[in-house]
């Protein structure tokens, strides 16, 4: 509806503020500063260092006036070996992880990245609990520390349990039976499968795993013979003769039409699922139930919906937008107020000089165009900055958005972006 106001923006920046300071201009550095010397934590993504090398920002500087703080520096892969300084792009991290090795294409006959930025988000949760960690052991007298990340480390730990399972093994003891051979689990991705059926490509799928769940399949699929098979009897047979067993899974729905199979696997007490689409989710009886999805709007912008905050807090409830994603620069004097503890006159001094961007007015689109997700320029880096006194304001039944984590406390969930040559950008 409005530029550089995309669905994902929309999502990712709710209950944000934006502050934009352009470095290029006297005074920046210095502004920066102070915001990070006032901080609970400063977190940051650019390259190892370039906060200092590129924008003169000293940590340690900071840390002298803010010896509670909490750093964390995220990287692609760290500070050591060949890929440091190598582009960090999600299709690069989950080659390198091993999850496009383990991830086969719909027909399973080759590798495939997942259309998802499954190391960015993965690297997020992380960044997440390691400063939560951090914070729970200030609280216990540690006082502040720096914490390192890197994308490549997080999506492999998260996924290793699956994509790395058949690597762990070093040595069984006793040894194995035949020398030199490890016990081996099959792909999860065998048993992860959308089937066709009649009507529909790629459906629906359904769980046939256990001794009790393939015989009731065997049933509802009208195959009979399947039972009759002795090795198919039970789950080692089958994992055996995996091959087959799975082929003859994958080709048994196509006698029946989507709908059909759902009624004869619902009857045989078999879990199972439609292929839902993205709008279909939005309005799905069980989101409903869970009144999942938010409606809002911005002015100047237009309505839309989110998915609400997953986690539910029994005493400190959390709404999902109490501010919608921020415009650049919008919000940013309120921010440099309450966050940097600057005078109103402060204030107009830093935007007279321009060491601060203010917010424009939203620049609406001439034509409409198709929903998109859509990734922020190859220019930016983004991080988040937490800071003193911000206290959220509660009521006897929302956050406002806040962390309920933070119900007593003053830190809060912010994010910062750097664009072009020199400008960064804010959301507090």
């Known amino acids: 509806p409005a530029e550089g106001m995309s669905a994902t923006h929309m999502c990712v920046n709710r209950n944000k503020r934006s502050l934009l300071i352009d470095f290029s201009k006297k005074g920046a550095q210095a502004l920066l500063q102070r915001l990070i010397t006032k901080a609970d934590v400063f977190i940051e993504d650019f390259h190892p260092g370039d906060l200092q090398r590129r924008f003169g920002i000293s940590l340690q500087a900071a840390r002298q006036g803010n010896a509670s703080l909490i750093y964390a520096g995220m990287s692609s892969y760290g500070i050591v070996g060949p890929a440091v300084g190598e582009s960090g792009a999600e299709e690069l991290l989950q080659a390198r992880s091993g999850l496009a090795a383990y991830s086969p294409s719909r027909d399973g006959s080759s590798p495939m990245t997942t259309p998802h930025q499954l190391a960015g988000k993965t690297a997020g949760l992380f960044m997440a609990i390691a400063v939560t960690a951090a914070l729970c052991a200030r609280c216990r007298g540690a006082g502040g520390q720096d914490i390192s990340l890197n994308k490549l480390d997080c999506i492999t730990m998260f996924n290793s349990p699956d994509t790395l399972m058949n690597d762990f093994w070093l040595k069984i003891n006793p040894d194995p039976p035949a020398p030199g051979k490890l016990p081996r689990m099959f792909p999860l991705s065998s048993i992860y499968k959308l089937y066709d059926c009649k009507d529909v490509a790629q459906g629906f799928t359904f769980l046939a795993v256990s001794d009790k769940e393939f015989e009731a399949a065997a049933k509802a699929l009208n195959k009979p013979e399947w039972l009759l098979k002795k090795e198919w009897k039970t789950l080692p047979g089958r994992i055996k003769d995996l091959e087959k067993c799975f082929n003859a899974l994958v080709a048994a729905p196509k006698d029946f039409t989507r709908d059909e199979l759902c009624a004869r696997l619902q009857e045989a007490e078999i879990a199972h699922a439609k292929v839902l689409s993205p709008a279909e989710v939005m309005t799905c009886e069980q989101t409903l139930a869970m009144g999942a999805v938010h409606e809002t709007s911005k002015p100047g912008i237009g309505a839309y919906r989110l998915w609400r905050a997953p986690a539910q807090f029994a005493k400190t409830p959390t709404s999902t937008v109490h501010r919608p994603a921020p415009l650049r620069g919008e919000g940013g004097e309120e921010a440099l107020r309450v966050l940097g503890g600057l005078e109103e006159t402060n204030i107009e001094g830093l935007i007279a000089e321009g060491v601060v961007v ?47 984590a933070n119900a007593a406390g003053k830190v809060h969930d912010k994010e910062f972006t750097r664009k072009g040559s020199g400008v960064l950008q804010y959301a507090v």
Do not use: D, V, Y
Request: some cysteine.
């Open 358 to 404: 203010p917010a424009a007015a939203p620049a609406l689109l001439q034509a409409p165009r198709a929903p998109r997700f859509s990734k922020r320029g190859s220019a930016i880096s983004s991080g988040s900055f937490c800071g003193q006194g911000l206290q959220p304001r509660h009521s006897a039944t929302e956050n406002h958005g806040w962390p309920a």
